[in-house]
């Protein structure tokens, strides 16, 4: 048996020595290279490593194979379903090359565990991963550890790989990446306006009843919405409930309390969100100055009546539900799902659980005709619900061939020839690839440079110090350990530091209760404070300038100004790189996420705008003026 082992290894990297030459060779049976991320990318570029020659990988991923990953991830096969990915995919690896040491790494790369240390212990680290918060992360680490990292990504037919080196090429970071949409709970509740929001609003139903539930997300008409606000009428249901809750002595009840009290009764359930609820809404007349106001949903309408009938021919998936339909798949969604909650526990939303998502909808539908909205088929409301581009198999091949191919680079110190590749059909003329020279550092980033204070826009009387913490410092720039520090401000004299957020865990519970909950201008920070923020974990460090502002977004109450301004001469290289393109790639941020593209009042789900294959600089930003956006497996 050994001596078939040692047969099979030698047959596979006999040949590698004359191609990538003694000295590259004999570093690959040293180096130790870290992978993260064992999913759609991770599988090919595992297997590729191995083959090329790496002796030494370690491999980090934190998910659980799902039955919906065998069509890609080809190390995985159905008896895998529900175990880890690095683990499964470390065995299946070994049977490729049986004397390659591969260490699997069952967590999350943004854990303290994985700290600066671990990371120096690498020699390049590449990076497959699946969102926007872990690549930055890995991004400062790298940065922080000085070990050269190669980024990866695909969007179904389109990908990219992108070497990041310190000191000689941009990383991850000098461009700033698109958020993910998210939508006022007042809108979801009340007054949605697009086919989006109720679809949103029928996942967070699905949480509220079946999973777990949380009293942020419940679905019931919010009279608190300052939209509401003035409304003086007394007549209202709503208001009637609350009165009598008061009376009572107890709070009113929650969407999940009124289920289990009513014992799940499909019927109840849908007169309570589909009609009562409406004229509950309908009392708050405050809201339907400017807006068409909602109607109860009528089950013997055939069809909305702005809906335009459909073809007979249409795919079963691709036809509009008339409201009897829906409310059929409503009560039968409810009943079933009710049994599997009673069995299984909470449940977890899957687009791929079929129960689940015609209950999602057919209650997203329901909303939609209450609201006038254009109703969407089971695969269009499957879409926007589940956040799909479809994963393509052969775009992750070609991109994990990809880096490997800069990671020998990188391993040989080759930095000349590094080249960020994107793979798009038609990119030029009939190429598939696209490769392009890296640009060089940003000085304004402040994950690799020295940026001068980003302007930061809030109402400094209303803001927190709690929205501080999550809406800037852990969402907007990704931190995992945020400390903050100011000089108080005496007049025109500047005093004394203060620290307004420590970063030791042990003061975070006392934070949390006695700091996070006061106003910014409460704790001494006035219009034009600058503040120091930094993580000791990714050892970063940069500074914020907050401006106030009396006025308050409706979807974020902190807004970042003043980013990574370009200098004029980048604009007009990158407008001259557009002009001489053929083609823009769009690769998106993740095999699997959605835009809501907004025209002309309506929302259409979108992939995101991508890496446009022909500038010259591969710069990240607005897709209107055709700069690249990063892609993820």
């Given at each position: 048996k050994k001596k078939k082992t040692g047969t099979l290894s030698m047959m596979r990297t006999e040949g590698l020595q004359p191609v990538l030459g003694a000295e590259l060779y004999?570093?690959?049976?040293?180096?130790?290279?870290?992978?993260?991320?064992?999913?759609?990318?991770?599988?090919?570029?595992?297997?590729?490593?191995?083959?090329?020659?790496?002796?030494?990988?370690?491999?980090?991923?934190?998910?659980?194979?799902?039955?919906?990953?065998?069509?890609?991830?080809?190390?995985?096969?159905?008896?895998?379903?529900g175990s880890s990915k690095c683990k499964v995919a470390r065995e299946s690896v070994l049977g490729f090359n049986p004397d390659v040491s591969i260490t699997a790494r069952h967590g999350n790369v943004m854990s303290a565990e994985y700290d600066i240390s671990f990371f120096e212990g690498f020699d390049v680290?590449?990076?497959?991963?699946?969102?926007?918060?872990?690549?930055?992360?890995?991004?400062?680490?790298?940065?922080?550890?000085?070990?050269?990292?190669?980024?990866?990504?695909?969007?179904?037919?389109?990908?990219?790989?992108?070497?990041?080196?310190?000191?000689?090429?941009?990383?991850?970071?000098?461009?700033?990446?698109?958020?993910?949409?998210?939508?006022?709970?007042?809108?979801i509740r009340n007054t949605p306006s697009a086919p989006i929001h109720c679809i949103v609003w029928a996942k967070f139903l699905f949480a509220q009843l079946?999973?777990?539930?949380?009293?942020?997300?419940?679905?019931?008409?919010?009279?608190?919405?300052?939209?509401?606000?003035?409304?003086?009428?007394?007549?209202g249901k709503d208001k009637v409930e609350a009165g009598a809750a008061a009376e009572a002595g107890t709070p009113r009840l929650t969407t999940r309390q009124w289920a289990e009290q009513?014992?799940?009764?499909?019927?109840?359930?849908?007169?309570?969100?589909?009609?009562?609820?409406?004229?509950?809404?309908?009392?708050?007349?405050?809201?339907?100055?400017?807006?068409?106001?909602?109607?109860?949903?009528?089950?013997?309408?055939?069809?909305?009546?702005?809906?335009?009938?459909?073809?007979?021919?249409?795919?079963?998936?691709?036809?509009?539900?008339?409201?009897?339909?829906?409310?059929?798949?409503?009560i039968q969604s409810v009943k079933k799902l009710h049994v599997a909650m009673k069995e299984q526990g909470d449940l977890s939303w899957d687009k791929d659980d079929d129960t689940a998502m015609d209950f999602v909808a057919a209650a997203a539908n329901m909303r939609c005709h209450s609201f006038g909205l254009p109703q969407k088929s089971r695969f269009d409301v499957k879409s926007m619900a589940g956040n799909i581009i479809p994963a393509i198999a052969t775009t992750n091949a070609v991109v994990a061939g990809l880096v490997v191919m800069e990671a020998l680079k990188v391993l040989s110190g080759d930095y000349d020839r590094l080249r960020m590749v994107f793979v798009a059909r038609g990119a030029r003329g009939n190429r598939l690839l696209a490769p392009l020279l890296p640009s060089k550092p940003r000085p304004q980033c402040h994950a690799c440079g020295r940026p001068p204070p980003l302007d930061v826009v809030a109402n400094l009387q209303v803001a927190t110090v709690g929205d501080l913490v999550q809406e800037v410092l852990r969402q907007h720039f990704g931190l995992i350990?945020?400390?903050?520090?100011?000089?108080?401000?005496?007049?025109?004299?500047?005093?004394?530091?203060?620290?307004?957020?420590?970063?030791?865990?042990d003061d975070l519970e006392i934070q949390k209760e006695k700091v996070f909950p006061c106003t910014l201008q409460a704790k001494g920070i006035v219009n034009g404070t600058t503040l120091t923020v930094s993580d000791d974990m990714q050892k970063l460090t940069f500074e914020?300038?907050?401006?106030?502002?009396?006025?308050?977004?409706?979807?974020h109450k902190f807004v970042v100004t003043a980013e990574l301004p370009q200098a004029q001469e980048e604009k007009e290289e990158e407008v001259a790189a557009n002009q001489a393109a053929s083609a823009k790639s769009k690769v998106a941020d993740a095999?699997?996420?959605?835009?809501?593209?907004?025209?002309?009042?309506?929302?259409?789900?979108?992939?995101?705008?991508?890496?446009?294959?022909?500038?010259?600089?591969?710069?990240?930003?607005?897709?209107?003026?055709?700069?690249?956006?990063?892609?993820?497996?």
């Open positions: 004999e570093k690959l049976q040293t180096c130790r290279t870290l992978v993260v991320g064992a999913g759609g990318i991770g599988c090919e570029l595992l297997k590729n490593l191995v083959m090329t020659g790496f002796r030494n990988i370690d491999v980090i991923d934190l998910d659980t194979i799902d039955v919906t990953n065998l069509n890609r991830q080809f190390l995985f096969q159905r008896q895998h379903v680290v590449i990076n497959a991963l699946d969102n926007l918060a872990a690549r930055k992360h890995v991004n400062r680490m790298c940065l922080a550890a000085a070990v050269p990292l190669v980024e990866s990504g695909s969007a179904g037919y389109l990908g990219q790989a992108q070497p990041i080196v310190k000191g000689r090429t941009e990383c991850y970071e000098c461009e700033p990446k698109p958020q993910p949409k998210t939508y006022p709970v007042c809108t079946f999973g777990t539930a949380e009293d942020e997300n419940d679905v019931s008409p919010d009279s608190s919405d300052p939209s509401a606000q003035g409304d003086k009428s007394a007549s009513c014992g799940y009764d499909a019927d109840k359930l849908f007169l309570k969100l589909f009609v009562d609820d409406i004229n509950v809404l309908l009392t708050l007349t405050n809201l339907w100055k400017n807006r068409a106001p909602p109607r109860p949903v009528c089950v013997d309408e055939a069809m909305a009546p702005h809906q335009q009938p459909q073809p007979e021919e249409a795919l079963p998936d691709q036809r509009l539900w008339a409201m009897q339909e829906c409310r059929d798949v409503f350990a945020p400390a903050v520090s100011f000089q108080r401000r005496d007049g025109d004299a500047v005093g004394s530091v203060v620290e307004l957020v420590s970063s030791d865990e914020l300038r907050l401006r106030h502002t009396d006025e308050v977004s409706k979807d095999d699997d996420v959605v835009e809501i593209v907004v025209e002309d009042g309506d929302q259409k789900v979108a992939p995101k705008r991508g890496s446009d294959d022909a500038e010259e600089d591969g710069q990240q930003g607005d897709a209107g003026a055709g700069r690249s956006k990063r892609a993820r497996d």
